[in-house]
């Protein structure tokens, strides 16, 4: 029996003049599965998450979300059908609390209204390790505080999807592994999740499989240490030249 996939992606593409930053991609997410995507600066891994939640058109090619088709469907349509994503840069309301931050969340990405909504915002501050910020300004928080609560945020539409887009950039390696942990247990609650991140250990921590992207095409598919092995990963994103290369 075969199982729809939670997101799948086919033969994108799409270009900006002569940038291309997505070349015929085809790619799936299974439901409750956790991918890791690495890839050099300006690979189209932004780019992706932005066509996956609507914000940028493709040229061509589809986007589908538990077997339906959403291509042309607008974002805030596809936040509430669970599409949750995360921004490189965190752009909380900096003047509402970080309480108030997930409650709105709440109720334009999930349509919840009352005291389901103020519960739901309270257990997704659990689940993300700021409850006990809560009644907090956004402004005030340090940059792990901050980069969790884009985290709570997403979590706050309920999404059956989680997109992260490079939040462990800028921490210290403890506070990576703290985040680590808090997006193991997302995921571990059953959560689909697609993680940009550079700081490449917390992906292999993390994900159970892991694509390589380089000029808007997939270059390696597979196990996380494999992908890291890969003479072309390693050549394109590593900058390590391989042994042929260097002869
Ligand atoms: N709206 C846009 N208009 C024109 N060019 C764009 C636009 N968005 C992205 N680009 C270009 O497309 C390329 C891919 O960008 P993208 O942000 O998707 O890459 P990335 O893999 O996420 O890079 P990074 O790791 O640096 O975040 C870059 O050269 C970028 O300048």
Same mark, same amino acid.
């Given at each position: 029996m075969t199982t729809t996939p939670l997101l799948r992606l086919d033969g994108l593409t799409k270009s900006f003049g002569k940038v +291309?930053? &997505?070349?015929?991609l085809t790619l799936s997410v299974g439901p409750g599965e956790a991918l890791g995507i690495v890839g050099p600066n300006g690979a189209g891994k932004s780019s992706l998450f932005a066509m996956i939640s609507g914000d940028l058109r493709p040229d061509g090619g589809t986007v589908w979300l538990d077997g339906r088709e959403i291509t042309r469907v607008p974002p805030h349509v596809r936040t509430r059908a669970g599409i949750g994503r995360t921004h490189q840069v965190p752009r909380p309301f900096e003047h509402l609390t970080v309480f108030e931050n997930v409650l709105v969340c709440g109720h334009q990405g999930a349509a919840l209204k009352g005291r389901r909504a103020w519960g739901h915002a309270m257990e997704v501050l659990d689940r993300t390790g700021l409850a006990s910020l &809560?009644?907090?300004? &956004?402004?005030?928080? +340090?940059l792990l505080q901050r980069k969790r609560l884009e985290v709570a945020r997403a979590m706050g539409t309920r999404p059956r999807l989680l997109l992260l887009d490079e939040v462990a950039g800028g921490l210290t390696e403890p506070e990576v592994l703290e985040l680590v942990g808090v997006v193991r247990r997302l995921h571990a609650d059953g959560l689909g999740i697609v993680w940009i991140e550079h700081v490449v250990h917390a992906l292999v921590k993390t994900v159970g499989r892991m694509v390589c992207l380089a000029g808007g095409a997939v270059v390696a598919d597979d196990a996380p240490l494999r992908v890291l092995a890969d003479a072309k990963v390693r050549e394109l994103y590593l900058g390590v030249m391989t042994e042929e290369d260097a002869s």
């Open positions: +291309t930053v &997505a070349r015929d &809560a009644n907090i300004p &956004a402004g005030r928080l +340090t």
